[in-house]
């Protein structure tokens, strides 16, 4: 047995939430545990700046991946994939950074791209429900359908679900990954191995914490304006926030305080700049901060 460690190392750029990559995008950085490697963590850190010449601060333990495509032979036995995720921020020269969407476009219900494919999507789910030969199976499958990605009016979007969606659209062979032929699969960016699945495992785990810990602080600068930090968290979670309310919960939370100082490049009025408030910056764990998120 072997075990692969594999990153997703996650930063926002001018709104673009992105993902660290290498081999032209088609990889996250990873490797196999090595002996020299004094702990799981460490590990990852090694191949990081190994492969991407980028230190990684916050990091946590994503997911373990052993199915049984990941068996490499009778005799090797089966790779074990010990997944984390890593927040940081990007930094202008730097290769590999790739934007979320480009993978996931129907991800992105704020984008013109990601309603397309969404449209794109229903109808090719509608297809394959209806070439299948058991009523009771295309009842299920659709109602399957209609409940991930929101089909019709009576389901609402859960931004959380993009594992849940890229699975089913593997299971009705409409990914590359999956082995479809180029012509049917879905817009998006295919990647080796099973990275694809990992990325979105990634995305689901760090839009589920944005609304309750304020991990968000790893991403932002020291200072910002309200309407930088609320883009931030719409680039993540792919769908609007509504203004108002999300202002009046942040300073309620009391998640962050004035700095003293203005930005004037808004392009507008000139905005206060905040920063996280002292208890959140060292505990960053600050619970029961819930971003009141709307329907696209």
């Not at 999507?121 to 394959?128: A, G, K, T, V």
């Not at 058991?134 to 409940?147: D, F, G, I, L, P």
Request: contains cysteine; aromatic residues 8%; hydrophobic residues 40%.
């Amino acid at each position: 047995m072997m075990i692969e460690l594999i990153a997703v190392l996650t930063a926002v750029r001018g709104d673009i939430p992105q993902v660290m990559t290498i081999d032209h995008g088609r990889q996250l950085p990873s490797g196999p545990l090595e002996s020299t490697h004094r702990s799981l963590q460490a590990g990852v850190r090694a191949w990081v700046e190994r492969q991407t010449g980028h230190p990684i601060g916050h990091v946590e333990q994503l997911y373990t991946f052993a199915d049984h495509d990941r068996i490499l032979s009778s005799t090797q036995g089966r790779m074990i994939a010990i997944s984390y995720l890593a927040l940081t921020r990007s930094h202008a020269g730097e290769t590999g950074w790739r934007d979320w969407y480009d993978y996931f476009p129907w991800e992105n219900c704020k984008s013109d791209e990601g309603r397309t494919s969404l449209a794109l999507i229903e109808r090719l789910l509608c297809h394959w429900v209806a070439g299948m030969g058991h009523a009771a199976e295309r009842v299920r499958q659709w109602q399957r359908c209609v409940s991930l990605f929101a089909i019709g009016d009576m389901v609402a979007w859960n931004d959380e679900l993009v594992l849940q969606r890229y699975e089913l659209l593997y299971e009705a062979g409409l990914v590359a990954e999956a082995g479809c032929a180029p012509d049917r699969a879905v817009p998006g960016q295919s990647m080796h191995h099973d990275h694809r699945r990992i990325l979105a495992t990634a995305m689901a785990r760090l839009r589920a914490r944005i609304r309750y810990r304020p991990v968000v602080f790893e991403l932002m600068p020291e200072a910002f304006t309200l309407l930088q930090l609320q883009r931030v968290m719409e680039s993540l979670s792919g769908v609007h926030v509504h203004k108002q309310n999300f202002r009046r919960l942040i300073m309620q939370q009391q998640l962050v305080e004035e700095t003293g100082e203005i930005e004037e490049r808004t392009g507008g009025r000139p905005a206060r700049l905040f920063r996280f408030c002292g208890e959140v910056r060292q505990a960053r764990q600050f619970v029961g901060t819930k971003i009141p998120l709307v329907q696209p």
